[in-house]
């Protein structure tokens, strides 16, 4: 088991790299809007800069697709990390908009390579009894790294924010070069002895003779069927698996939280709060990270849809208060007495998120999949989420300018209240059920 987490670990340092690039946007923008920015930039420029990393993590995720199941999961895991160093780079050395934009890109890229690849790798290496955990473990580590930027973010240039930054995916890199690759793969591309050498390594026994046979027999069933997206669509329970998948990342980025992610800062500022925009971002993210554990501890204890259910209860009712104390700030009603409801609310909003929202889409995007469309079904999973997030972060400053801040956060409360529903009657339990056993549920029949 001790190479399972070498392998957690290496996948966690490039979630932590990807967390770096979610967090950059909050406490930059804050300095880039400033009258004396090193880089001005107009409010559309930096909703294009926010915003222009998920764009980039939609084309990124696409051409995983293409790699991921002729190099191996590890190896384009690796191979994730060199364009978040290149993209730290052109950040440093930004002195426009574009070149900030075009930066904020080549990050992208590197994290729809990664996201993909993480989630897939752990999902597949990890023992059934604790795969949600470990899984759940990459969402606390993105959150860290999150955290770090919005703490060091406000005391940092730009260009020496983007510079401490590039030493994560460089140390991430450099960590999996001895790692093992996925049984899967190795099983899929015919290597079976290499696929039965890599799962000793991973459990640290000499007799994997019984998992190995569950590999090669789902495999098999999985080599007989296209990999396609007909076959994708077109098999009721890949087609289920697709529709779960989808419809979780569409409730996960339409809850708000890139806008919160992105926008933290310049949120806290617009309420007036004494306590300094900055400091009340660290505070969230200090939130963030301790929930993130929590629900990591969890995740495996009880059932997925209980988890989801709470979860996007807890940020329908957070995402309506911090539009309400909006709202009442719009229509010019006395709110010095509840100048501490944002704050409350997306504390509330971070809390209810991570035990659910936050890791639970990725966890059950690595096991419904069958592994002849798990590349396929896993891109189209990032694409959907990468263009909602896009969609949230660019239309977000927008929607703030054109109707004010409550719109957008109500709009967010109205389709979870939606979520609850397609969870309640939608997503399977998927809880210490092997992949095989989650297929035979999907399928509705025995493999």
């Not at 950040?91 to 930066?103: C, N, V, Y």
């Not at 296209?226 to 998948?245: C, D, F, P, Q």
């Not at 809390?351 to 999949?369: D, H, K, N, R």
């Amino acid at each position: 088991m001790k190479k399972v987490y070498l392998a957690v670990f290496a996948s966690n340092l490039g979630m932590i790299s990807f967390g770096l690039f979610f967090g950059w946007s909050s406490p930059s923008l804050s300095l880039l809007l400033q009258d004396d920015s090193p880089i001005p930039l107009t409010v559309q420029q930096a909703a294009w800069v926010s915003s222009i990393y998920t764009l980039a993590s939609a084309v990124g995720s696409v051409l995983c697709s293409y790699v991921v199941n002729v190099i191996g999961r590890k190896t384009t895991l690796a191979f994730a990390a060199i364009p978040g160093v290149i993209g730290w780079m052109m950040i440093a050395l930004a002195t426009s908009a574009w070149e900030l934009i075009a930066g904020r890109f080549v990050c992208g890229l590197s994290n729809g390579f990664g996201y993909i690849c993480a989630t897939m790798y752990i999902g597949e290496i990890s023992p059934a009894n604790i795969r949600g955990t470990l899984t759940s473990t990459l969402t606390v580590a993105a959150k860290f790294g999150l955290f770090v930027e919005w703490a060091i973010g406000p005391f940092l240039s730009i260009r020496n924010l983007a510079l401490v930054s590039s030493l994560i995916p460089i140390l991430f890199f450099v960590s999996l070069i001895s790692l093992p690759e996925s049984p899967y793969h190795l099983m899929r591309r015919g290597r079976n002895q290499e696929a039965v050498t890599c799962l000793m390594q991973l459990r640290g026994a000499t007799d994997v003779s019984k998992e190995m046979e569950m590999i090669e027999k789902s495999i098999k069933y999985d080599l007989s069927n296209n990999t396609g997206l007909w076959e994708l669509v077109s098999v009721s329970g890949n087609r289920k698996a697709l529709i779960v998948v989808l419809g979780l990342f569409v409730i996960q980025q339409w809850s708000g939280s890139l806008a919160i992610l992105s926008y933290a800062e310049l949120i806290f500022n617009a309420t007036k709060n004494q306590l300094q925009g900055k400091y009340l971002t660290m505070i969230l993210g200090g939130v963030q990270v301790m929930c993130a554990v929590m629900s990591a501890s969890i995740v495996d204890r009880y059932s997925r849809r209980t988890l989801l259910l709470i979860s996007t209860s807890g940020v329908t009712i957070s995402t309506y208060l911090i539009g309400l104390f909006f709202c009442l700030q719009y229509i010019e009603m006395d709110i010095s007495e509840i100048t501490w409801l944002p704050a409350a609310g997306s504390i509330l909003y971070i809390v209810t998120y991570a035990f659910g929202l936050a890791a639970l889409p990725f966890t059950m995007m690595s096991e419904v999949f069958p592994t002849n469309v798990k590349a396929l079904g896993s891109t189209i999973g990032m694409l959907c989420c990468n263009c909602c997030a896009f969609a949230v972060t660019l239309s977000y400053q927008s929607i703030v300018e054109q109707n004010g801040i409550y719109v957008a956060f109500w709009l967010f409360s109205s389709i979870t209240a939606l979520g609850i529903i397609f969870i309640y009657y939608c997503v399977p339990e998927t809880k210490r059920k092997t992949l095989q056993e989650i297929q035979e549920q999907l399928h509705g029949y025995k493999l």
